[in-house]
């Protein structure tokens, strides 16, 4: 256990980290924090605070910032509960009424909201309530002699398959088989997609082409997968703007974490308790988000838990305000897919 000074000590490098970005030195402290300690004292305790593995020294001349056994005690120990406003709750109300017609619609917004309100990712894993929505196909270059073919649906997940590109075919003619494709099957849902449909664009573009069956068969293969439970995303650009995911490395290990729907929903999988849980940095067992926390609380229908609603975020985000937006969340999303659900 921490004493009253290191806990004050460390909550005034976290809740600075969080602000700045910055690794914080103790003469910041104590010009910032009216602590009644000289910044040598200051300095002895970050020390302390170090050796017990609570910060860390990312470089030898820097300051000090949080490490995951420092977040975990602030998130534990330390931060102190916060409420939505009644502005906040009301912008909330009037986002969903505005927005919301039908109660699959409550899914998608519920994501945004979370996203605006966070400037993290959002994650709403939700039940199958209505099919997918083809939005579109595209072929994107990869070298001569081979394309990505990407498979786009409504709730924003990517579908991708590496192919060869037939002999005599180039680039543009790729591009009028997905315009062709588009323009046929673009805004219907997968359930209104027939294997017929599927036959008839066979037939009247460029017939016989591997590559034009290898590409049908993938929308052919998306339109049977059935699902329990859809997952929606909000906020990826957002994400991109955090200082921490200025390092390609970091950001090519999230964006490849977040295209695997398997994952993600696993990770949201429901969980028994009650209320928010939070997991920090390499609690996280998958590697793609090891610098990342995630914050998530259920939802509930008529008493039944039936999803999850969730931020990705930095280590270094705002836990106060996100465990807030997500408690409010998980108190009432059910009251309002109830509202919408006749």
Same mark, same amino acid.
């Given at each position: 256990?921490?004493?009253?000074?290191?806990?004050?000590?460390?909550?005034?490098?976290?809740?600075?980290?969080?602000?700045?970005?910055?690794?914080?030195?103790?003469?910041?402290?104590?010009?910032?924090?009216?602590?009644?300690?000289?910044?040598?004292?200051?300095?002895?305790?970050?020390?302390?605070?170090?050796?017990?593995?609570? %910060?860390?020294?990312?470089?030898?001349?820097?300051?000090? /910032?949080?490490?995951?056994?420092?977040?975990?005690?602030?998130?534990?120990?330390?931060?102190?509960?916060?409420?939505?406003?009644?502005?906040? /709750?009301?912008?909330?109300?009037?986002?969903?009424?505005?927005?919301?017609?039908?109660?699959?619609?409550?899914?998608?917004?519920?994501?945004?909201? %979370?996203?605006?309100?966070?400037?993290?990712?959002?994650?709403?894993?939700?039940?199958?309530?209505?099919?997918?929505? !083809?939005?579109?196909? =595209?072929?994107?270059?990869?070298?001569?002699?081979?394309? %990505?073919?990407?498979?786009?649906?409504?709730?924003?997940?990517?579908?991708?398959? %590496?192919?060869?590109?037939?002999?005599?075919?180039?680039?543009?003619?790729?591009?009028?088989?997905?315009?062709?494709?588009?323009?046929?099957?673009?805004?219907?849902? !997968?359930?209104?997609? =027939?294997?017929?449909?599927?036959?008839?664009?066979?037939?009247?573009?460029?017939?016989?082409?591997?590559?034009?069956?290898?590409?049908?068969?993938?929308?052919?293969?998306?339109?049977?997968?059935?699902?329990?439970?859809?997952?929606?995303?909000?906020?990826?650009?957002?994400?991109?703007?955090?200082?921490? !995911?200025?390092?390609?490395?970091?950001?090519?290990?999230?964006?490849?974490?977040?295209?695997?729907?398997?994952?993600?929903?696993?990770?949201?999988?429901?969980?028994?308790?009650?209320?928010?849980?939070?997991?920090?940095?390499?609690?996280?067992?998958?590697?793609?988000? =090891?610098?990342?926390?995630?914050?998530?609380?259920?939802?509930?229908?008529?008493?039944?838990?039936?999803?999850?609603?969730? /931020?990705?975020?930095?280590?270094?985000?705002?836990?106060?305000?996100?465990?807030?937006?997500?408690?409010?969340?998980?108190?009432?999303?059910?009251?309002?897919?109830?509202?919408?659900?006749?």
């Amino acid at each position: 256990m921490l004493d009253e000074r290191k806990r004050k000590i460390l909550q005034a490098i976290i809740d600075d980290y969080i602000s700045t970005a910055e690794p914080i030195g103790s003469r910041t402290i104590a010009r910032k924090y009216d602590l009644g300690v000289s910044p040598a004292t200051i300095r002895n305790e970050m020390a302390d605070l170090e050796l017990l593995g609570y %910060i860390e020294q990312p470089h030898t001349s820097s300051g000090r /910032v949080p490490s995951v056994k420092g977040y975990r005690f602030y998130v534990d120990c330390l931060m102190e509960p916060l409420s939505l406003s009644k502005h906040e /709750v009301a912008l909330i109300n009037n986002w969903y009424q505005a927005k919301v017609q039908r109660i699959d619609e409550v899914f998608q917004e519920t994501a945004k909201i %979370i996203s605006r309100m966070t400037r993290n990712i959002s994650m709403v894993l939700a039940p199958q309530l209505s099919p997918c929505i !083809f939005k579109y196909i =595209q072929f994107l270059p990869l070298d001569e002699y081979r394309v %990505i073919l990407v498979i786009v649906t409504d709730t924003g997940f990517v579908d991708n398959k %590496i192919m060869n590109i037939p002999d005599g075919i180039v680039f543009e003619d790729l591009q009028k088989i997905a315009d062709s494709i588009n323009a046929r099957l673009g805004g219907l849902s !997968f359930d209104r997609i =027939q294997t017929s449909v599927l036959k008839e664009i066979q037939q009247t573009i460029l017939p016989g082409t591997d590559l034009l069956e290898t590409a049908l068969a993938n929308i052919k293969k998306a339109l049977f997968v059935e699902k329990n439970e859809k997952l929606y995303l909000g906020g990826t650009t957002q994400m991109l703007k955090q200082p921490e !995911f200025r390092n390609i490395d970091k950001i090519q290990g999230l964006l490849t974490m977040l295209e695997e729907e398997r994952l993600l929903c696993d990770i949201l999988q429901k969980k028994d308790e009650d209320g928010v849980i939070i997991t920090i940095g390499q609690e996280n067992k998958y590697s793609g988000i =090891q610098d990342c926390s995630v914050v998530q609380a259920t939802y509930r229908i008529d008493g039944q838990i039936v999803g999850t609603v969730a /931020v990705l975020g930095p280590t270094r985000m705002e836990y106060r305000k996100i465990i807030s937006i997500l408690d409010f969340m998980h108190k009432h999303l059910g009251e309002i897919l109830v509202k919408y659900k006749a």
